[in-house]
Each structure stands twice: as C-alpha cells, then as structure tokens.
C-alpha cells in the first residue's frame, strides 16, 4: 500500500493505492518519495500519477496536524509536505494526472504540479483546508492561480468549495474532460502519446516555461536561443529533420536522446 510504481513502455506510471480514502500520511509520502527517486535514478519519457479506488484522494489525515505542538514543527512538516509536488515539477519529461473522482487538498495540489491534468466528467477537486482552519500548504494555492489567475485561486480556496470538472476545464485548470468509461486506457494512451515524442524537446520546453514563471516573457526570451540549440546536439532533433526531409511530417520515430 502507499504509491506503487510500474513501467509502461516509456511511461513511469505512479498508482496512489492507500485505501480506503488514499489520505495523506507521512507513510504514504515516503512511498511516494521513493517512487521519485526511482524515476530521478531511472528517468521515464513520461510519468502518469493516477489512484486506485472509488476516488483521488479526501485529503490529508487530519490527525497528522493534531499531533505537531509547535509553530516549529508545523513548519518543519509542511516544509516535507511541500517537496513532493516540487520535486513532480522538476521532472525534466512530461508529467500527466488523472482524476478519476473526488480530488482534495494534497492531491490536487500534486495534479496542479503536473503538467497537464486530466479528468472524468463526475470528477471534483478542492483546496478545502479553510475547513479546519488551515491554507493549502502544498503549492495549490500558487499553482492553482498560475492555471486560473488569482482571483479563481482566492475563490476557490476562501470558499472551501469543490468544483467540477467542466468548471475547472473552462477556467484552464483541467486540460482534458474525458467519459468515465476507458478513462485509465485513455489516460494511458494520452501519456504513452507524450513520451514517444522528442523526450529532450519537451524538457527544454518545460525549461523555458519555467523562466516565464519566474521572470515573464523576458527572462524566457533571454533563454530561448541557447536552450533551442542545444537540441541540436540529440539525436531525435537530427531524425526528425532528416525524416521530415525525407518523408514528411509526422513520420518520424524519437528515441528521447
């Protein structure tokens, strides 16, 4: 039980599997934590982050804010709590999630450090945190206003509401709305999509959206020459051209190097 790792082609597939409700506890972020490091070790072309069970995830168990006494070791947890959708953001491949149903707190905060974020159209997410007197500790706050601007991120964390699907697709969150049925194949199949394409390309990618993060349009553009010809030293970038001169878009078969 905890976060299994499996090897699908190229695709790193991470199954959260801690039932009954895949809660939050310092035992399942340690499994989730050597999931990382095997993927960091043995890096995929692509990583899938999924659930097993009726729903995502309700949340954090709430008895592991009981137990900390202290402003110092409320911080030293959160501190923990926050490396895991960190380290899912630094991944140099593609990063998918799939929400297959109800999605809270520490859950939706790791989706919103993925990339791209799929969902089933009964699907529901919340940063509901307000419930116990708490703010989002994991990033979703930020993260959720980077998808959907502030004002979408204050409403939907000082509100403490869930949100559906649809809701969240219209407001850029949700990249995706599939039917439940054949969600996991498709979920599958979209990332196994992603890691057959140019593996280095998509990291450079990442890279520079990062600088815009960080410093806008100009600090991406500052970046934008040197990381582009870079790619000229993998092998996919020299396949593709070759192939598109070749045989036309489209054609070509990357090997991530």
Known sequence: MGVVLERVGGVAVLTIDSPPLNLYTVELHESFAVALDEIEARPARAVLVRAAGNI????????????????????????????????????????????????????????????????VEE???????????????????????????????????LTGDKYDADTLHAWNVVNEVFPEAGFADAALSY???????????????????????????????????????????TADLQEGVRSFLADGPGRATFTGH
Do not use: N
Request: glycine share 8%.
């Open 56 to 119: 995502v995830s309700g949340g954090v168990d709430v008895a592991l804010f009981a137990a900390q006494r202290s402003v110092v070791e409320a911080k030293a947890l959160f501190d923990v709590m926050l490396e895991l959708p960190e380290r899912i953001a630094a991944l140099g491949c593609p990063t998918v999630f799939a929400a297959h149903g109800l999605c809270l707190t520490w859950a939706f905060e790791v989706a919103l450090a993925c990339d791209l974020l799929l969902a």
């Open 191 to 233: 990332t196994t999509l992603l890691a057959d394409g140019p593996t280095r390309a998509h990291a450079a990618t990442k890279s520079l959206l990062r600088h815009f993060e960080a410093g806008g349009v100009p600090q991406a553009t500052a970046h934008t020459t040197a990381t582009a010809a870079a790619l000229y030293d």
């Open 123 to 157: 699907s529901r997410f919340g940063l509901v945190e307000s419930v116990i007197g708490l703010t989002p500790t994991m990033g979703g706050t930020q993260r959720l206003a980077a998808r959907a601007g502030v004002a979408r991120a204050k409403e939907m964390v």
